[in-house]
């Protein structure tokens, strides 16, 4: 089992940065395909980036906004938001994709003011 707790989210003003973390245990992670997805209130998941061995990718959404990254040494995956804008409120939500299923963290709620 992987337990996946993100962190760092909060209540930040348009053109703000937050940076999120989100730290894995119970199994090492570092083969895994990490990812990051958000939901905001009355709208489905939604994709936001992901780092797998061989590349990144981002939502057309926050590209050149967000910068995701891992540390395998912690265990943690990083999503460092810039730019922030009100459309980003949502709750965000870090994903493991195992090699037999998806692991979720609670998410963490980030709110961007106008």
């Known amino acids: 089992q992987v337990q996946l707790v993100e962190s760092g989210g909060g209540l930040v003003q348009a053109g703000g940065s937050l940076r999120l973390s989100c730290a894995a245990s119970?199994?090492?992670?570092?083969?895994?395909?990490m990812g990051w997805f958000r939901q905001a209130p009355g709208k489905e998941r939604e994709f936001v980036s992901r780092?797998?061995?061989?590349?990144?990718t981002y939502a057309d959404s926050v590209k050149g906004r967000f910068t995701i990254s891992r540390d395998n040494a912690k265990n943690t995956v990083y999503l460092q938001m810039n730019s922030l804008k009100p459309e980003d409120t949502a709750v965000y939500y870090c994903?493991?994709?195992?090699?037999?299923?998806?692991?979720w963290g609670q998410g963490t709620q980030v709110t961007v003011s106008s």
């Open positions: 994903a493991a994709d195992g090699p037999i299923r998806r692991y």
């Open positions: 780092i797998t061995w061989n590349g990144i």
């Open positions: 119970g199994r090492t992670v570092s083969s895994y395909s």
